[in-house]
C-alpha cells in the first residue's frame, strides 16, 4: 500500500523560507514521478512542481525561481524547498503520485 507523509509546514513570514518533506512507504519513488500540489481557503486545489524519474523538473510560473523540488532515493523522500515566501503562498500543501495523496502540511506567510 503506497503512503505519502507531508512535513515541514509552518508559519512564516514574508521573504521566508521552508523546506516541505513528503515521505513515501510502499514505493520506491525514483521508479515514478511526484508532483506536489496546494490549497488555499476558498481555491481549488492547484499543481505547483513535479520531479520526474530522471531528474527533470518543472514549476508553475507563480513559484518558479522561488520553489525547488528534489528528491533523496536513499531516505524515499521528496522535498519542496520553498523561498522568498509570499502571503499568496498560504495553503495546505500536498504532495502527490497517481491517485495517492497525502495528508498535507500547513504553510502560512504571515507578518
Known amino acids: 500500500q503506497v503512503q505519502l507523509v507531508e512535513s515541514g509546514g509552518g508559519l512564516v513570514q514574508p521573504g521566508g523560507s521552508l523546506r516541505l518533506s513528503c515521505a513515501a512507504s ?8 511526484i508532483r506536489w500540489y496546494r490549497q488555499a481557503p476558498g481555491k481549488q486545489r492547484e499543481w505547483v512542481a513535479i520531479i520526474n524519474t530522471g531528474t527533470s ?6 513559484v518558479k525561481g522561488r ?17 522568498s515566501l509570499k502571503p499568496e ?15 498535507g502540511t500547513q504553510v502560512t506567510v504571515s507578518s
Open 57 to 62: 523538473t518543472n514549476y508553475a510560473d507563480s
Open 26 to 33: 510502499g514505493i520506491i519513488i525514483s521508479n515514478y514521478s
Open 89 to 103: 503562498d498560504t495553503a495546505v500543501y500536498y504532495c502527490n503520485l497517481r491517485a495517492t495523496w497525502g495528508q
Open 67 to 83: 520553489f525547488t523540488i528534489s528528491r533523496d532515493n536513499a531516505k524515499n523522500t521528496v522535498y519542496l524547498q520553498m523561498n
